[in-house]
């Protein structure tokens, strides 16, 4: 059978192809997560006055179905490179920028769907660089799209980071049942301690329908201003644009968000999305003002609990990064990293510095690690 490429590069283009895009990216195992769903893309373009567009690889067979797409981003990017502490600027210019890590598709349909995107960019002269962030490694479509052609693959991590999952679980029990007895009851008593300590009617409270998620951004923006990575990453929550974004994905049953709410005042907060079987927990905070209370640790366990007795069989993901509590909750973990894919131009000429730069990074991390093996015997 033979497949047809064609891109998408405006708005109007993008909306008309959502429905077939959402099918597509709501089958089970079919996307990476909600950053891949048509809505969102459109979100990314329309929240953005930097001349950000799309650039969606839209793959079809003979007879005209849509059989998976590669979620692209057209922006104007620079990357740079820690060396000492300082940014040293190794390209700026255009790019392309992938949401997820690969391409969306049915499972026996990707690696298909993979080889049409991939013959598709090589064959375009204008791509010379492809950014992928946060991806688990290895990643099959940067390999593939890297390994042919005058096309490279630069990891841009100096080290790699790790993502936490929870696999499929058939209920919060067979979970727990998981952990040694020390760590189950441990967690089950802090909820206890934590909502005496807050005292009144402090509960956590579910939102995920379209009527909720004014008062939901609404009180995200208001905890939010208390949290210690609101200075780091502004974020309006309650913005028009974010707020309809919200109400479409809830419409659809894609976004749940748990709030810890005392007479009315948001304390602490577990945001995330829900797509193709698995839940990504993208953002959780508390207000700082009762941080020794622990609110933020319980309102995660409360809400990964009812996730799994509410969705059995699907996945929970925590991201990236090696925090305490995805170690604790989490029971499986991988590698993920940050990619470039690059077409060999003067232009980019600049990310030959990375690999020199990782090895003297991870041969100083090595020694530093060794020094701290010692000192602790």
Not at 52 to 57: D, E
Not at 70 to 98: F, I, S, W
């Amino acid at each position: 059978m033979n497949y047809l490429c064609s891109i998408l590069h405006t708005l109007d283009a993008l909306r008309s192809a959502r429905d077939e895009m959402a099918a597509l990216a709501e089958t089970p195992g079919g996307c990476d997560g909600i950053v891949q769903h048509p809505d969102w893309i459109a979100y990314e373009v329309e929240s953005r006055d930097d001349g950000t567009a799309p650039h969606v690889v839209i793959v079809r067979d003979s007879t005209g179905r849509m059989v998976g797409y590669a979620p692209l981003l057209a922006v104007n990017h620079t990357a740079r490179l820690d060396l000492a502490g300082r940014r040293v600027r190794v390209y700026h210019g255009a790019a392309l920028r992938m949401l997820g890590a690969g391409v969306v598709a049915a499972a026996d349909e990707r690696s298909t769907v993979m080889l049409a995107v991939v013959r598709q960019l090589h064959g375009d002269a204008n791509v010379r660089v492809m950014r992928i962030q946060e991806s688990p490694l290895p990643n099959p479509f940067a390999q593939a799209l890297g390994s042919g052609g005058d096309m490279r693959l630069v990891p841009a991590n100096l080290l790699e980071q790790v993502q936490w999952t929870i696999q499929g679980q058939p209920s919060s029990e067979a979970w727990l049942a998981q952990m040694d007895k020390k760590r189950r009851t441990d967690l089950t008593q802090r909820v206890g301690r934590a909502y005496r300590k807050l005292g009144g009617d402090a509960a956590l409270h579910t939102f995920d329908t379209p009527d909720a998620m004014p008062e939901y951004c609404r009180l995200m923006n208001e905890v939010y201003a208390r949290t210690w990575h609101h200075d780091d990453l502004p974020t309006r929550w309650d913005d028009p644009l974010r707020v309809a974004l919200f109400q479409k994905l809830a419409a659809s049953g894609h976004i749940i968000g748990h709030i810890v709410l005392r007479e009315g005042k948001p304390l602490a907060y577990v945001h995330g999305y829900r797509v193709a079987g698995t839940y990504l927990v993208d953002d959780l905070g508390y207000d700082e003002e009762i941080a020794r209370v622990g609110i933020g640790s319980v309102a995660v366990f409360q809400a990964i609990k009812a996730l799994l007795d509410r969705f059995p069989g699907e996945r929970v993901s925590f991201g990236y990064g090696d925090n305490q509590y995805k170690r604790l909750l989490a029971t499986h973990s991988e590698p993920c990293g940050s990619l470039y894919v690059v077409r060999s131009t003067g232009a980019t000429a600049g990310f030959h510095a990375y690999a020199p730069v990782r090895w003297l990074y991870r041969g100083l991390h090595r020694v530093r690690e060794d020094m701290r093996a010692r000192k602790r015997v």
